[in-house]
């Protein structure tokens, strides 16, 4: 166990509808990432916070945002969905920084089981 | 974009022997991350290698780094029907962003 807990575990919807995914990280980690999963695109890293802060972006589309709460928690947010964006949705965490010269700063990632989206 | 590229794509073994896992990646980086999965659940870390280290051992695991060469290795020795998998390897750059490879399907057959 990772100590990652992401919710919920499958989710079906249509397309463009808005749906929420969510993310508690592994106690004592304050950053949190989003990597989509699907069999074209391989493991794309999303975003990533730091104790409420965005830290570093990736290939994360607009109609995608995410926000990392006081306790830390995570929320991703996928709107006008489309067919596409049906993929494995991870959510990971760690106690890396992202800042550079941060002791930190090499630590291995902390991964949740993610939540399956499927877009009809 | 993928900065690690995994070689090969899959490979399949019987029980007891060792399996050889590449990687390859294009700029320079912090460190580089050996990560497994298994069907339809979350990535593991297996290893982290830093740029500055050549070699590092985990139990059965042993990873190589070359920097020059912009390679990885990971080998898992004595293998068991346990280590089917898909192995990442996964590259820190400055910012903190962890980028990972196509992977390689492991299959061990007892």
């Known amino acids: 166990d990772s100590g990652v807990t992401q919710t919920p575990k499958h989710l079906i919807t249509a397309t463009g509808q808005r749906v929420t995914l969510r993310c508690s990280p592994r106690?004592?980690?304050?950053?949190v990432y989003w990597y989509q999963q699907s069999l074209d695109q391989g493991l794309q890293f999303l975003i990533q916070y730091y104790n409420g802060e965005e830290r570093a972006k990736g290939n994360i589309l607009e109609r995608f945002s995410a926000q990392q709460f006081p306790d830390l928690h995570s929320e991703l947010n996928l709107s006008s969905l489309e067919l596409g964006d049906s993929a494995l949705y991870f959510c990971a965490s760690s106690v890396a920084t992202g800042a550079v010269g941060d002791s930190s700063y090499n630590s291995p990632l902390h991964f949740g089981n993610g939540t399956r989206l499927t877009v009809t | 974009s993928q900065q690690g590229e995994e070689d090969p794509q899959a490979l399949s073994i019987q029980e007891g022997e060792n399996a050889t896992m590449n990687c390859s990646y294009k700029?320079?980086?912090?460190?580089l991350q050996w990560y497994r999965q298994n069907s339809g659940r979350g990535l593991v870390h297996l290893i982290l290698i830093r740029s500055n280290e050549r070699e590092k051992h985990s139990g059965r695991l042993r990873v190589t780094l070359d920097t020059s060469k912009k390679s990885s290795s990971l080998l898992i020795t004595a293998s068991r029907a346990a280590d089917t998998a898909s192995y990442f390897c996964a590259t820190e750059r400055t910012g903190g962003k962890l980028i990972f490879g196509q992977g390689t399907e492991l299959s061990v057959k007892p």
């Open positions: 106690s004592g980690d304050l950053s």
């Open positions: 700029t320079s980086i912090n460190n």
